[in-house]
């Protein structure tokens, strides 16, 4: 092929891809409406194109891009000079990093045995892999299920000697509820132990957002920090900082070794060799922005998410879920007015999808404590989305009057409408644990209207309520079957 064929190939493919630009996709992007940050981002990466991440020695610009990085976020975080950290690959690196790095501290200090991660159970799910990463016993707080805050007096009665590290986020994913932090840091910090802050969605839009109780390095009992610089950053994917209080904490993170006969390896985060494009690019947009580069565009997304929130109260039959914090929304059902009137929030995202605005289905879930999370669609706001509210607006509008008084599907309806065999493994699932085979889980899909390519259906409710109604540990290996069989060759 010739360059030419192979772009237009590409772009063929890409005419598949949700878009990323022009505020319809309301998750998983994240969009400042300016072009001119695009052009600079895509030159800076390319610029590094041919540069390895490993070895700063051997390519100084990349630490030099890095220092200037970490300098901004920690300014904006109200660290001191005592606050150092590293660029990592995104928040998930970030928060592995950050048990990790907290664990090898614990045991450093005497502590034996399997230690605890504690979090409320709106932490993000990299917490959780960073407990199965990294052998930590994992010990979930549950949340109001009418709000999604968690009490500090709950977090506070979980901690003891045997805590490695206590989470608690800025706001949280699901519910944008900022979490009590001055509270817990405080108790944490008497006893010993570290706290962490998860901003990743927060950390480059809170400092810019009026009226909030301190939440960051501000904070004397904050031991560490993940912000995305890929979220409200505005950077391209693969790009976040995580920092900690104190030289120490930072350098526990990295690994170093020259037992083995090759070159010295010193990586300071998972990753060895790495790309430096995201990290150029990162760099080139805080420092076209700056400060109030940034504040500018906040105050683009808090002006969008009031007026989000003003018409969302305004619709009969659901609600915003608590006292969101920052750009992002959590809508649920109201339940408090009668079934004729009500609106599913994953119905009403499947209309809104049908009118061209892609929002994201949260499934419902049962905390330890036997209190059921309601199912919630999220709603990303980033600085392009103000632009777009006259559409936006009267189409969540219409798309609820399209759906209200329609029943919310029923999980186990539809498990129980699937063809026998498909059942019976089901059944004999929950019964001994395994998972079933492959070709059941595919199958279990294709009932569901899933394409063999990964093609989901047009509305997306049915499948979300089969998420709440399986079995925790068979819906994991379903949605691995799904992500697994798309890129199958």
Known sequence: MTPDEVLARLEALRQHDAPTHGGRVLSYVYD???????????????????????????????????????????????????????????GTESCLLAVRTARDLWRAAGGEGMPRLVIPVTAHAAFRKAAHAFCLTLDEVPVD???????ASDIVARLGPDVALVVVSAPSYPHAALDPIAEVAEAAATRGIACHVDACIGGFALPWWPGLAPWDFSVAGVTSVS????????APKGASVVLY?????????????????????????LLGSKSA??????????????????????????????ALHATIDAIDGVRVVGRPVGPLLAVAADDSVDSARRVDPHHW??????RGWLLQQQPALRQSDGTLLPRTTHITVTAVTESRLPELLPDLVAAADAVRGVAAADGAALVASLPAELSEAIAQARVDGAPPPPAITAGLLAALGVGADGT????????????EALPPELVDDVLIELLAGMIEP
């Open 349 to 354: 995202a499947d209309a809104a999808r049908a």
């Open 245 to 269: 209080r104190g030289r120490h904490r930072h350098r526990a993170q990295y690994f170093a070794t020259t037992e083995w006969p090759g070159y010295p390896v010193v990586n300071p985060t």
């Open 277 to 306: 494009g995201a990290l150029a690019a990162a760099w080139a947009i805080v420092q076209y922005l700056g400060a109030e580069g940034f504040r500018t565009l906040t105050d683009r997304a808090r002006r969008a998410t009031e």
């Open 145 to 151: 299920p009418s709000t999604g805050e968690v009490r």
């Open 227 to 234: 912000a995305d610089l890929h979220k409200f950053g505005y």
């Open 32 to 90: 400042s409406g300016l072009a001119e940050l695009d052009e600079l981002a895509a030159s800076a990466a390319r610029a590094v194109q041919s540069i390895n991440g490993l070895d700063p020695t051997a390519f100084p610009s990349v630490a030099r891009l890095e220092s200037e990085l970490v300098r901004f976020a920690r300014d904006m975080l109200h660290g001191d000079e005592e606050v150092v950290g590293s660029v990592t690959s995104g």
């Open 456 to 467: 989901l259906p047009a509305e997306a409710a049915g499948l979300t309520a089969l998420i």
